[in-house]
């Protein structure tokens, strides 16, 4: 069906999608001679990881770099035609090869279609920035930031809920966030035995009850007030989070309430991205409060730079939860990490953190993969399984394209951004956070 060439005949479509020309002659392993025509079944058969069904139906991507097919995209659509067996998406590939674009280009095309996004944790605060833009809502978290979450805070019931039902739940989320919190904070008690999360909830009854301005402070003193072995461990570790470097992220009340109305919600947590446990504790907050807000209907939940956020096992099995959960909910989790490698960040290689962080990925049924940091392309191909012809296509990746697997179709895409686009997107423009 093909033959190989040494030298290139110009003007002929190669594997790679590019015309023959001065430097491509590298890329020509594969090409078909002259003009040629077959059914998609043939030319899948011929290259499988570049034909099939093209993605017709979704949110526009991009073009197909092989075919100049459209490509578009809609994770919900893919599931229910049985293509895909989850929404969860993993983007993975070297910095600065247009991750980020790619995602926001899902994110701001989604919103078009009337899905919502959420960005509950933003280390480079490039959401942010996206949602202002959108008249979204942009929550910057860090000392000295004027935005404020308050673990302590119910938040607001999204349009048409059950009050009575949501209050009852929040309480439970509030209940889970503060355990989460001590655990953080306090690994050594961690998890929180039975009697001492009955003293949290009692100490946290008695800070909000009748007072909905309440905050850390009030819980310490709730459980200063209690005393025992239990209440005093718990309390010398919310009251690190009162004085000292955490303070004044998470102690005062609330300025900021996650909008359940915003179309895009992020959360920049830039000001605290150089302090892990400030972070951590910042993004399980945000994460919290926006559960209880976003309610339900179709959302992507975007973790970019996610090895910050796997880092913590707090995190990790929340993520973990809300990918196997994703159908239920309503939810596309989309994944965005340098490397898989990055997962052995988790925990020892080998623990049950680690395997828990692998298996994240086999919990994302498309995956987009950019070109790859070096000594990665090895490790992605066996991890995500990839065919031969997939694998060698990473290092002739461009600026902008990847390969896109939805299911067991693999396709060769650049995302194709409008200028109005180009510009929103701008991660690179150094301004201010
Ligand atoms: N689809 C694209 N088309 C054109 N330029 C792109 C595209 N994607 C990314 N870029 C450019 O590449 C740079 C890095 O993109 P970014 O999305 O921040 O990469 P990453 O998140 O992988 O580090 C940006 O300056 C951006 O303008
Ligand atoms: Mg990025």
């Excluded at 000001?271 to 907050?285: E, F």
């Amino acid at each position: 069906m093909w033959r190989r060439h040494r030298e290139p005949e110009p003007g002929t479509q190669t594997s790679t999608g590019r015309g023959a020309g001065p430097g491509n002659e590298k890329r020509l392993a594969l090409r078909i001679p002259g003009a040629h025509r077959d059914t998609t079944a043939v030319l899948g058969g011929a290259y499988p990881f570049l034909t099939g069904k093209p993605g017709a139906e979704g949110m526009f991507i991009g073009h197909d770099t092989v075919t100049g097919q459209r490509f578009c995209f809609d994770p919900w659509q893919l599931y229910a035609q049985q293509s895909v067996s989850n929404t969860n998406v993993l983007v993975v590939g070297n910095i600065g090869w247009g991750k980020t674009n790619t995602a926001m280009a899902i994110a701001l095309r989604g919103i078009t279609c009337g899905y919502r996004v959420i960005v509950p944790g933003d280390p480079k605060n490039d959401w942010t920035r996206l949602a202002q833009a959108l008249g979204g809502q942009a929550v910057r978290l860090g000392p000295g930031m004027p935005d404020r979450l308050n673990p302590l805070h119910l938040g607001t019931p999204p349009p048409g809920a059950d009050v009575a039902a949501w209050r009852h739940r929040a309480e439970q989320r509030r209940s889970a966030l503060m355990v989460a919190i001590v655990e953080t904070v306090a690994p050594a008690i961690t998890p929180l035995h039975p009697k001492a999360r009955e003293t949290l909830d009692a100490a946290i009854e008695g800070a909000a009850r009748g007072n909905t301005t309440a905050t850390l402070h009030h819980v310490v003193s709730a459980l200063t007030a209690a005393g025992g072995d239990h209440a005093d461990t718990m309390r010398a570790a919310l009251a690190q989070l009162c004085t000292g470097p955490l303070a004044g992220i998470l102690d005062q009340p609330a300025t900021a309430t996650p909008d359940p109305a915003a179309p895009m919600i992020a959360v920049g947590t830039a000001a605290v991205a150089d302090n892990d446990l400030a972070h951590t504790l910042a993004v399980l907050t945000a994460t919290s409060q926006l559960d209880s807000a976003t309610g339900t209907g179709r959302r992507f939940v975007i973790y970019d730079e996610a090895w910050r956020i796997l880092a913590a096992p707090t995190h990790l099995a929340r993520v973990n939860a809300e990918l196997r959960l994703s159908r239920a909910r309503g939810t596309a989790t989309i994944l965005i990490t340098h490397a898989l490698s990055d997962t052995d960040r988790a925990a020892d290689a080998g623990s049950s953190a680690a395997a828990t962080a692998r298996g994240l990925v086999a919990l994302c049924d498309t995956c987009i993969i950019f070109r790859q940091a070096p000594g990665e392309t090895d490790r992605t191909a066996t991890e995500l399984a990839l065919t031969s012809p997939e694998r060698a296509a990473l290092p002739a990746l461009g600026k902008g394209e990847s390969l896109w697997r939805t299911g067991t179709a693999t396709r060769r895409i650049h995302t194709d951004l409008g200028p109005t686009e180009a510009a929103l997107f701008n991660t690179d423009s150094g301004q201010p956070a």
